[in-house]
Nanobody, 126 residues
Framework: QVQLVELGGGLVQAGSSLRLSCASS????????MGWFRQGPGKEREFVGA????????VYADSAKGRFTISRDNARNTVFLQMYSLKPEDTAVYYC???????????????????WGPGTQVTVSS
């Protein structure tokens, strides 16, 4: 069983930056592709972006392109979501998720990920 814990959420003003981190308990963290999802109030969970196990491939939702950056530090078992130019519509609970993979595969759908963190609230005020 892999445990994930997100940190770094909070209340920020529009235009601000925020960096979320997600720490994993996996002994072989570098074997897991990682994804970030979010769920805003009254909305379904949506894909934000994902990163391959090596960190060499990243993909983003259109809403995140150009503003969000995903990276990982396999030595620290941690994946990051750096968010810039935050907007009120970015307000959501942000979740990280993991899936074990044997290649540089990058998940995009929530059902492709097996392990989930409890989430961290990000609130962007206007």
């Amino acid at each position: 069983q892999v445990q994930l814990v997100e940190l770094g959420g909070g209340l920020v003003q529009a235009g601000s930056s925020l960096r979320l981190s997600c720490a994993s308990s996996a002994r072989t963290f570098s074997s897991y592709a990682m994804g970030w999802f979010r769920q805003g109030p009254g909305k379904e969970r949506e894909f934000v972006g994902a990163i391959s196990r090596s960190g060499g491939i990243t993909v983003y939702a259109d809403s995140a392109k150009g503003r969000f950056t995903i990276s990982r530090d396999n030595a620290r078992n941690t994946v990051f979501l750096q968010m810039y130019s935050l907007k009120p519509e970015d307000t959501a609970v942000y979740y990280c998720a993991a899936t074990l993979t044997g290649s540089d595969y990058v998940p995009r759908r929530y059902d492709e990920l097996d392990y989930w963190g409890p989430g961290t609230q990000v609130t962007v005020s206007s």
